[in-house]
């Protein structure tokens, strides 16, 4: 099961943040499909902490694409927006931590299935439709 449809993804204005939207949510199912199986002893550490990863990697470069483009349009809410980011990057590192350092899957479970995906589908319907409007009429679309 899923943590994340991928059918389900609120879409948006421009077409590199679905994209960036689509990897994300898949990334995210990976992680937490890594967790449920360290959970039962099927996964090692080291490939949750690999998909955790490759999660936040994908997740800054998401993350700067999207602060490009505001950016390029002159979104004047770009600080607001790159606040949001930031937090988001501080807390998936100290949950990253967090695990490293206490092997507590069912914190890092209620993180992954839980606090990210509400936070994922919130910020698209929110900010991201707000950003992808506006950089999209900025570029005449």
């Known amino acids: ?9 609120p879409q948006v204005t421009l077409p590199f943040m ?16 890594a967790v449920k199986g360290h959970r039962t002893g099927k996964v090692p550490v080291e490939t949750v902490l690999h998909r955790f990863e490759a999660l936040f990697a994908h997740t800054q470069e998401h993350f700067g694409r999207e602060e490009e483009a505001m950016r390029q ?4 809410p770009y600080p607001v927006h790159k606040g949001e980011h ?8 100290a949950e990253e931590v967090h695990f490293r350092e206490t092997g507590d899957t069912a914190r890092l479970w209620s993180y992954v ?4 995906p ?9 900010m991201d439709a707000m950003t992808a409007g506006f950089v999209n009429m900025r570029r005449g679309g």
């Open 73 to 76: 349009a002159n979104f004047p």
């Open 18 to 33: 679905n994209e960036d939207h689509r990897e994300e949510a898949r990334l995210l199912n990976e992680l937490g499909d």
């Open 113 to 116: 299935a839980e606090a990210v």
């Open 1 to 9: 099961m899923s943590i994340v449809d991928l059918e389900a993804i």
């Open 86 to 93: 930031d937090r988001v990057l501080e807390e998936m590192e």
């Open 118 to 126: 509400a936070w994922f589908v919130a910020h698209i319907q929110s």
